[in-house]
């Protein structure tokens, strides 16, 4: 069996004419945490979405986990987007929105008392209060749509989890318990993770490997330990340590 869940090869983008990633090569390693680090429209969440099959590209992704990825919208991936584009004007609640994901039927069909405790169960295993079921979607803080967005991503559970920034909107105190629950569900489950972060620190503790992109191409890449050095040189002394961009 290949050590990597995924291999990127010559992987290249190009988006309203310019040209965002260029022959990027790469490996997700079978059941551990990458980093995906780099500046500002260095093109981290172009990468996660040309994985997600959402951007076309040339080049290959090979899924090496047994499951056919031929279909366009690739199943056993997890994915907490850096934001939600949807409408604001929506009267969605945060139970709506896990119901759909669960359930084939639509909504007005209501949500059988079965799955209601599944949904419970599913924010209390992201450290969520259930009394977030009854908000709006729109209306509960980024902090908080973020772990539902966790939630959403972990059913079913995935082989491949992409998260784009996943703490940017949770408190400081609350992000080293999101990172160690992570890190708990990568050890228990499994899942392999590909974690975009703007902080160092955080990258430095949790992820096993660090691919680090500059104008769409990887810079360097290596263990934390291998590669600060050269990330010290990429973003500076301050530059990126410890601070969340949005
Ligand atoms: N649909 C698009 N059409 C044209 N250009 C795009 C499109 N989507 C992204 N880009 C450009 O591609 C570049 C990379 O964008 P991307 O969102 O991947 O960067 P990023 O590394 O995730 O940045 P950030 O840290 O700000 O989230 C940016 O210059 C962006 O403006
Ligand atoms: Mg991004």
Request: hydrophobic share 35%; aromatic share 6%.
């Given at each position: 069996m290949s050590p990597d869940l995924v291999r990127i090869r010559k992987l290249s983008v190009e988006l309203g004419g310019n040209r965002i990633l260029s022959?990027?090569?790469?490996?997700?390693?079978?059941?551990?945490?990458?980093?995906?680090?780099?500046?500002?429209?260095?093109?981290?969440?172009?990468?996660?979405?040309?994985?997600?099959?959402?951007?076309?590209?040339?080049?290959?992704?090979?899924?090496?986990?047994?499951?056919?990825?031929?279909?366009?919208?690739?199943?056993?991936?997890?994915?907490?987007?850096?934001?939600?584009?949807?409408?604001?004007?929506?009267?969605?609640?945060?139970?709506?929105?896990?119901?759909?994901a669960l359930q084939r039927r639509p909504l007005?069909?209501?949500?059988?008392?079965?799955?209601?405790?599944?949904?419970?169960?599913?924010?209390?295993?992201?450290?969520?209060?259930h009394t977030l079921l009854d908000r709006p979607v729109e209306k509960i803080s980024g902090g908080e749509l973020q772990r539902v967005l966790l939630a959403l991503a972990l059913h079913p559970k995935p082989e491949l989890l992409l998260l784009d920034e996943p703490a940017a909107g949770v408190d400081f105190q609350d992000q080293e318990s999101f990172y160690d629950f992570l890190a708990r569900i990568n050890r228990e489950t499994g899942v392999t993770i590909l974690l975009v972060s703007h902080d160092l620190s955080i990258v430095s503790k949790h992820s096993?490997?660090?691919?680090?992109?500059?104008?769409?191409?990887?810079?360097?890449?290596?263990?934390?330990?291998?590669?600060?050095?050269?990330?010290?040189?990429?973003?500076?002394?301050?530059?990126?340590?410890?601070?969340?961009?949005?």
């Open positions: 022959g990027v090569d790469a490996g997700l390693a079978r059941g551990q945490i990458t980093a995906l680090i780099g500046l500002n429209g260095s093109g981290k969440t172009t990468l996660l979405k040309a994985l997600l099959k959402e951007v076309p590209f040339r080049g290959t992704i090979e899924f090496h986990c047994g499951h056919d990825h031929s279909h366009p919208t690739p199943q056993h991936i997890g994915y907490v987007p850096q934001r939600l584009q949807c409408d604001a004007n929506m009267p969605l609640t945060v139970r709506d929105l896990l119901a759909l007005f069909f209501g949500i059988p008392g079965a799955i209601r405790r599944e949904l419970a169960g599913m924010l209390s295993s992201v450290g969520a209060p096993h490997h660090v691919l680090c992109l500059k104008d769409g191409r990887i810079q360097c890449q290596g263990t934390p330990t291998e590669i600060l050095g050269s990330l010290r040189q990429t973003f500076g002394d301050k530059g990126l340590f410890g601070h969340n961009h949005d």
